[in-house]
C-alpha cells in the first residue's frame, strides 16, 4: 500500500466506530470532522440492525461536479420533515423521519402486531458525510425517488 501525503501515514481501509448512545454532539462531529470521506448516522438511522439501512452513501464525481445517493427507506419526503444542506466545504447534512419500523401497523381497519422488526424505528435521523473537495453551496440537480436522494452538485474551483 502507497502512503498517502499527509505525514507517510498509510490508508486503513473501511471501518465501523461504535460511539455510545451518552456522547456529546461535540463528540460525533469530531470524530466527522477527522476523516474526508466518512458518513455520520445518528437517531434512528443508527439502530438499524438488517434490512434496508438507511444511510448507506455512494459518492461519484466528475470534472465538474459531485454526485451523491442515500439509501433511505421509510423516510418522509414532506418539506416540514426532511432537508437535506449542501455546505461550501462539501458537507452535506441530510435530516428527516423514518416513517416505518412501528411495532403495531393498522391496515384496513386491521391491527397487525410486528413478529420481526428488520426496519429501523420510526423518528428522527442526520446522516452527515463530507464530500471530496469544497462545492458551490447549492444542488444542480437531484431527485428523492423510491427511497433514494440523489444530489448534484457543482465542485468549487480555486479563483
Known amino acids: 500500500m502507497e502512503p498517502n501525503n499527509e505525514g507517510g501515514a498509510q490508508p486503513s481501509g473501511p471501518a465501523v466506530i461504535y ?3 451518552h456522547a456529546t454532539q461535540e463528540e460525533l462531529d469530531n470524530l466527522a470532522a477527522a476523516t474526508k470521506c466518512g458518513v455520520t448516522l445518528t437517531g434512528s438511522a ?9 444511510g448507506r452513501v455512494e459518492l461519484s464525481e466528475n470534472e465538474n461536479t ?16 426532511f432537508s437535506c444542506e ?37 423518528g428522527h435521523f442526520s446522516i452527515e458525510f463530507q464530500l471530496p473537495g469544497p462545492v458551490e453551496n447549492q444542488l444542480l440537480g437531484g431527485s428523492f425517488v423510491d427511497g433514494i436522494l440523489e444530489g448534484i452538485v457543482k465542485k468549487r474551483f480555486p479563483a
Do not use: C, W
Open 19 to 21: 460511539v455510545p448512545p
Open 46 to 54: 443508527a439502530l438499524a440492525t438488517i434490512g434496508p439501512v438507511v
Open 66 to 81: 459531485y454526485r451523491f445517493r442515500v439509501l433511505l427507506p421509510g423516510v418522509s419526503r414532506d418539506e416540514k420533515d
Open 86 to 122: 449542501v455546505r461550501p466545504d462539501g458537507k452535506i447534512l441530510i435530516k428527516g423521519i423514518t416513517t416505518i419500523g412501528e411495532k403495531t401497523v393498522i391496515k384496513h381497519s386491521h391491527v397487525f402486531k410486528m413478529l420481526t422488526q428488520n426496519f429501523p424505528p420510526p
